[in-house]
């Protein structure tokens, strides 16, 4: 690997440094994740549904690096605490918003999108996403963080032992997560080739 490939993530092939551009990048990271909250199937076991929120925080965190990825999913929440129906839709089609958000079951993995973001911006800036196999490995760790952070507020929340917060929080999102693991395995370093070209 060049030196001059570490410490840089995909967009920086193409968008430089001026404030709009990255205010541009967060926003719409945030506006992706938002999009992809959407996108959700409720279990009736658990009220962690399925979404696709995970591909595009850690694509999403990959793709832009640290900072602004971490900033993007700080935006995320904040905005659902400001009022906006941004996260994923109870059951009944309403939207958890305002202060409430704070308190509900899935809070962990929302924090988790924030320091998972962080990580996987991290490894990425040290050349990761050039190689499929490094991608996956680094969407897995991503996705652990966002794991072991939701399923411990999970199990506080509606209050049942480690056994149970794995059972509802974890085990029936891994397949969806490694399918979209190996998505993003091919998407990143596409992308980084398309730049290159």
Same mark, same amino acid.
């Given at each position: 690997?060049?030196?001059?490939?570490?410490?840089?993530?995909?967009?920086?092939?193409?968008?430089?440094?001026?404030?709009?551009?990255?205010?541009?990048?967060?926003?719409?990271?945030?506006?992706?994740?938002?999009?992809?909250?959407?996108?959700?199937?409720?279990?009736?076991?658990?009220?962690?549904?399925?979404?696709?929120?995970?591909?595009?925080?850690?694509?999403?965190?990959?793709?832009?690096?640290?900072?602004?990825?971490?900033?993007?999913?700080?935006?995320?929440?904040?905005?659902?605490?400001?009022?906006?129906?941004?996260?994923?839709? @109870?059951?009944?089609?309403?939207?958890?918003?305002?202060?409430?958000?704070?308190?509900?079951?899935?809070?962990?993995?929302?924090?988790?999108?924030?320091?998972?973001?962080?990580?996987?911006?991290?490894?990425? @800036?040290?050349?990761?996403?050039?190689?499929?196999?490094?991608?996956?490995?680094?969407?897995?760790?991503?996705?652990?963080?966002?794991?072991?952070?939701?399923?411990?507020?999970?199990?506080?929340?509606?209050?049942?032992?480690?056994?149970?917060?794995?059972?509802?929080?974890?085990?029936?999102?891994?397949?969806?997560?490694?399918?979209?693991?190996?998505?993003?395995?091919?998407?990143?370093?596409?992308?980084?080739?398309?730049?290159?070209?």
């Amino acid at each position: 690997m060049s030196t001059q490939a570490i410490g840089t993530v995909v967009v920086d092939r193409w968008a430089s440094k001026a404030e709009v551009r990255n205010a541009v990048l967060v926003i719409g990271l945030t506006v992706a994740t938002a999009v992809s909250a959407q996108i959700a199937i409720p279990l009736p076991f658990t009220p962690v549904p399925l979404t696709l929120q995970t591909f595009a925080v850690l694509a999403g965190a990959a793709a832009l690096g640290p900072m602004r990825a971490t900033l993007a999913q700080g935006l995320y929440i904040a905005l659902a605490i400001l009022g906006m129906p941004v996260l994923a839709a @109870q059951p009944d089609g309403s939207h958890t918003v305002g202060q409430a958000v704070l308190s509900i079951p899935t809070l962990g993995y929302l924090a988790g999108f924030v320091v998972a973001s962080y990580v996987v911006g991290k490894i990425a @800036q040290r050349g990761a996403t050039r190689s499929h196999l490094q991608t996956v490995l680094a969407y897995v760790a991503g996705s652990a963080v966002i794991y072991v952070m939701g399923a411990t507020w999970l199990g506080h929340a509606i209050n049942v032992g480690a056994a149970q917060a794995i059972e509802y929080g974890v085990t029936p999102f891994l397949t969806g997560d490694l399918i979209k693991a190996v998505a993003a395995g091919a998407l990143l370093p596409t992308l980084w080739k398309l730049v290159r070209d």
